[in-house]
């Protein structure tokens, strides 16, 4: 059973930056591969994001290319998403999730941080 713990969430005007960060339990983190994804009131939880056991083929929403980068550290059993020009529209709930590969990374969860864009 792996544990997955969001942090970093929190209020931050348009154009401005955060980051967030999963930590993990167990000595299996590099065997996973990691992803983001959002959900916003009143919609679909969607894909922001994903990394794999290496850290060497991270993919992205079209919405948020070129703002979000999603990394690793697997001494430290963490993922990030660092976000940066964040627009009103990325206001959400984030949660990460872990898999056995990219194409699935979503067999385990954490309990999400919010995210609010105000502006």
């Known amino acids: 059973q792996v544990q997955l713990v969001e942090s970093g969430g929190g209020l931050v005007q348009a154009g401005g930056s955060l980051r967030l960060s999963c930590t993990t339990s167990?000595?299996?983190?590099?065997?996973?591969?990691m992803a983001w994804s959002r959900q916003a009131p009143g919609k679909e939880r969607e894909f922001v994001a994903v990394?794999?056991?290496?850290?060497?083929?991270?993919n992205y929403a079209d919405s948020v290319k070129g703002r979000f980068t999603i990394s690793r550290d697997n001494a430290k059993n963490t993922v990030y998403l660092q976000m940066n020009s964040l627009k009103p529209e990325d206001t959400a709930v984030y949660y990460c999730?872990?898999?056995?590969?990219?194409?699935?990374?979503?067999?385990?969860w954490g309990q999400g941080t919010q995210v609010t864009v105000s502006s």
């Open positions: 999730s872990a898999g056995s590969s990219i194409y699935k990374a979503n067999d385990y």
């Open positions: 167990g000595r299996t983190f590099s065997s996973y591969a």
């Open positions: 990394i794999s056991t290496s850290g060497a083929r991270p």
